[in-house]
């Protein structure tokens, strides 16, 4: 189902706040107009005035298929090859059962757990298999290297062509003297093509001139390490992009992410946004992404403002205060209140709020739970409000 409507008195998005109007056509955004401008009268008009509006925002590192699980640790690890392990020996039980659960089930919850807090691009790490639609675009130009020490043969995916798309790699995940050592030894390949970090905890200014980008994953990094990458002065020396990773170990609310990547106060509130939006539209190539671009597919999301600064406004939000997400022209959030045509979306209860989704999220929930009882949903689900 397209998306068609006038959206009326909207705030900007943080770095261009100004009121607009934005019109959709067919899941195409036609304009974005200043607040004084005359709106087209054959599409329904919806006047949000206490609202602002953002483009779909771009997670550049995550693993669907594992945000079915808590966050497992047992101490603060020295590096991934000591909690990888680690993990399956004091969770062995839990693993297997969540592991259990058809891929493509556990991708989905992946799925839903981004589109319904405006992420509408996806980097999956894990990116073998593709949940039925509706998905969040997907990044596919890259080629995968889970990390030097667990991929089967790590040397000839570095070496596999062709060598115009980026390498991405958890690289300097740690803390150790290894983990400089490994990523130092990769980067000897930085001229055969370019490659992008994930976590870079260990990464020296030296290594990050030669990388293609860095995917800041603070939140993750300090819950099993404690510590995570310089950003504040790795921003120096390549380009930075903002990672979720998956609730396996992080918060699952990548809202609650992002206020505590911002207390770190490492990136300026304009570089955390572009982190989300910009940056990673460029190194990813997504031409039509990251930002409000009339002529498109509408990628965008709208939501209740809760501050009159522009900045604390986005980065106070939460997915309840999220009223509209387009993907690619298309509904994946409405709120039930909303006069919008959303006929083929079915109503769940995320948290205290009613939503209107592609997904029977109730039945998601049980189908999910008849496999474990022991899963952890990236969101509360219960049943709609009568």
Sequence with gaps: MTFSAVLKNLGGPPDNP????????????????????????????????????????????????????????????????????????????????????????????GAVRNLVNGFTTVMDHEAEQTPDPPYPTRITDFCYLHSMRFHKRPWLQILKPPFRLPLVAHLGEGTTRAMYRETRRLLRFSRLRRIVAVHGIALTSELADR???????????????GKTAAADRLKQHCPVMFGTDSSLSADPDPWRQLRKARDLGMLTDRELYDALTTVPARIWNLPHEGALQPGAPADLVVARRGAEDAWDAFFGLGQAAIRLVLCAGNPVLVDPDLPLESSTLIPSRVGEETKLTPWDLQALREETLAFSKRVQFPLPIGPPET
Excluded at 38 to 67: C, E, Q, T, Y
Excluded at 75 to 100: C, K, M, N, Q
Excluded at 212 to 218: D, I, M, N, S, Y
């Design 18 to 109: 100004a009121r607009c109007h934005l019109v959709i056509r067919n899941g195409i955004l036609e304009a974005v107009l200043t607040a004084s401008h005359h709106v087209p009268d054959d599409l329904p008009h919806l006047d949000l005035n206490d609202h602002i509006v953002f483009p779909g925002l771009i997670n550049s590192h995550d693993h669907l298929a594992f945000n079915l699980y808590p966050a497992l640790r047992e101490s603060i690890y020295a590096d991934y090859v000591t909690w990888g392990p680690a993990i399956h020996r004091s969770f062995a039980d839990l693993i297997r059962e969540i592991e259990a659960i058809p891929r493509p089930l556990r991708t989905r919850w």
């Design 211 to 225: 990388l293609a980008g860095l995917v800041w994953c603070p939140d993750s990094n300090l819950f099993l390490y």
